[in-house]
Antibody, heavy 122, light 107 residues
Framework: AQLVESGGGLVQPGGSLKLSCVASGFPFNSYALHWVRQAPGKGLDYISGISSNGGTRYHADPVKDRFSISRDDSKNTLFLQMDSLRLEDTAMYFC????????????????WGQGTMVTVSS | EIVMTQSPVTLSVSPGERATFSCRASQSVGSDLAWYQQKPGQAPRLLIFGASSRATSIPARFSGTGSGTEFTLTISSLESEDFAVYFCQQYHDWPRAFGQGTKVEIK
């Protein structure tokens, strides 16, 4: 089982970026998935989650109304659309999987990608 | 919103010694508590879930205890690969908050 993120890069304040997380080695459509970020030298911040069927989504307050999580089960891919980016959004962005199927976040995160770096700077 | 607080921020320990550090929740999370280990440049790795159950392939020297608002992670005899940062996370309520981390460094 594996998660591989991509789509990070350098973007100006106010800009947009779309992150992807491609999954392999497990039944993608059976698992809730999440995005967690880590600013340089800092701790982990939970930002978004989506249920296995995509019907329930959560966004933490710092990103609500600016970021949107989605999934395409036909492509085994999780997305994070990031708009109106701010300097404080600079971080490594990790995708992660629920430990059990059909649990939508009420379990630990047992599989993580290696992350993709997002830098917001003028 | 539940706030997770870890202590100490840094713990200096010699190889072979025991390391114990804490995680406190601002309100009860039952046993919905996980511990993760993170090494520089790597993704977090799940160690403990359900406050006290070891994840797959995690050595027995790692143990977790607690429930409600007070939790502890113990490494019974530190090995060189255990020097890392450890985070707790509650998954009882949204957002799935993490503690700020405890860095275990070589004494």
């Amino acid at each position: 089982a594996q998660l591989v993120e991509s789509g990070g890069g350098l973007v100006q304040p106010g800009g947009s970026l779309k992150l992807s997380c491609v999954a392999s080695g497990f039944p993608f459509n059976s698992y809730a998935l999440h995005w967690v970020r880590q600013a340089p030298g800092k701790g982990l911040d939970y930002i978004s989650g989506i249920s296995s069927n995509g019907g329930t989504r959560y966004h933490a307050d710092p990103v609500k109304d600016r970021f949107s999580i989605s999934r395409d089960d036909s492509k085994n891919t999780l997305f994070l659309q990031m708009d109106s980016l701010r300097l404080e959004d600079t971080a490594m962005y990790f995708c992660a999987r629920d430990q059990r199927t059909y649990s939508y976040g009420y379990v630990a995160l047992d599989l993580w990608g290696q992350g993709t770096m997002v830098t917001v700077s003028s | 919103e539940i706030v997770m607080t870890q202590s100490p921020v840094t713990l200096s320990v010699s190889p072979g010694e025991r390391a114990t550090f804490s995680c406190r929740a601002s309100q009860s999370v039952g046993s919905d508590l996980a511990w993760y280990q993170q090494k520089p440049g790597q993704a977090p790795r799940l160690l403990i879930f359900g406050a006290s159950s070891r994840a797959t392939s995690i050595p027995a020297r790692f143990s977790g205890t607690g429930s409600g608002t007070e939790f502890t992670l113990t490494i019974s005899s530190l090995e060189s690969e255990d020097f890392a940062v450890y985070f707790c996370q509650q998954y009882h309520d949204w957002p799935r908050a993490f503690g700020q981390g405890t860095k275990v460094e070589i004494k």
